[in-house]
């Protein structure tokens, strides 16, 4: 035991070495995200007037919901008269959905949410802030907004049937958005697997967006809280192509 010990003597040492480095550097990472979190929950609370954060009957669960509930048909209502297309995202019902002049023009059930409770625990103030219409400032996506297809026309019946289609499916969707009142959206499709049941893998995909972010900047600066959704693939694709872009969001939870 001992000459295997002096053998890997040095082995050892980078090993232990190498794992409270990442240690240290996870921890550093951690306390500089709840830094940035702390600030930006302070700057946005000097700019909400102290009778919303105040609201005594917001802590009343019934009188909450009502006004959660109000809050939301008046947004919809403001939307109502933009002739725009817009994104409403209902966490209460776990439905996402396309709206227009107030009217719902498809629904999509959410599959899974993460966090599982984004943003419940908010004063009046606060709330009303976090569920403002917001525009979608900058986003990306893994299939394109409107696609164009290339098609020549055959000439005879002939040539008809000689064009062959393309097989290859789109890939499945990842749709990620940033709103102006610095809250991100990620949308992830589920398919279906070997077997055609639903694959979803929101663990796999939620450790993935969270490397991408580490890699992108080690120490997060500046907070922005993401809300990460799962919805069947073809919804998920019909919502992304049928929401604007620089399009609105109504929020409820």
């Known amino acids: 035991m001992k000459e295997i010990l002096v053998k890997y003597k040095i082995g050892f040492i980078a090993f232990f070495t190498i794992l409270i480095l990442l240690t240290a550097l996870t921890a550093y990472r951690y306390l500089k995200s709840m830094e940035a979190a ?4 302070k700057e946005k609370l000097v700019s909400i007037p102290e009778p919303e954060i ?3 009957s917001w802590n009343i669960p019934e009188i909450q919901e009502k006004k959660k509930e109000v809050h939301w048909l008046e947004r919809t209502l403001t939307l109502a008269k933009s002739d725009s297309i817009n994104l409403g995202i209902n966490l209460a019902d776990s439905i996402v959905q396309v709206q227009l ?14 966090p599982q409770h ?7 103030g606060t709330y009303l802030d976090f569920t403002k219409i917001a525009r979608i400032t900058t986003e990306y996506s893994t299939i394109p907004k409107r696609p164009l297809k290339k098609i020549q ?3 005879n019946e002939e040539e008809a049937a000689k064009i062959k289609h393309d097989s290859i499916p789109d890939p499945l ?7 102006d009142n610095r809250i991100e959206v990620v949308i992830t499709g589920i398919g279906l697997d070997k ?7 929101y663990k796999e995909d939620l450790l993935k967006y969270n490397i991408e972010k580490i890699k992108q900047k080690w120490v997060t600066e500046n907070y922005m809280p993401t809300l990460y959704i799962w919805l069947n693939d073809k919804d ?11 399009g609105k969001v109504a929020f409820r939870n």
């Open 38 to 41: 702390d600030s930006a929950a």
């Open 54 to 56: 105040a609201d005594a």
């Open 101 to 114: 002049k107030g009217t719902v023009l498809f629904q999509a059930r959410i599959q899974q949410q993460s």
């Open 118 to 124: 984004f943003f419940d625990n908010l004063n009046y």
């Open 153 to 155: 026309a055959p000439k």
């Open 173 to 179: 969707l990842v749709w990620k958005f940033e709103l």
């Open 195 to 201: 077997d055609s049941l639903v694959d979803l893998r």
């Open 236 to 246: 998920a694709k019909a919502i992304y192509r049928a929401i604007p872009e620089k």
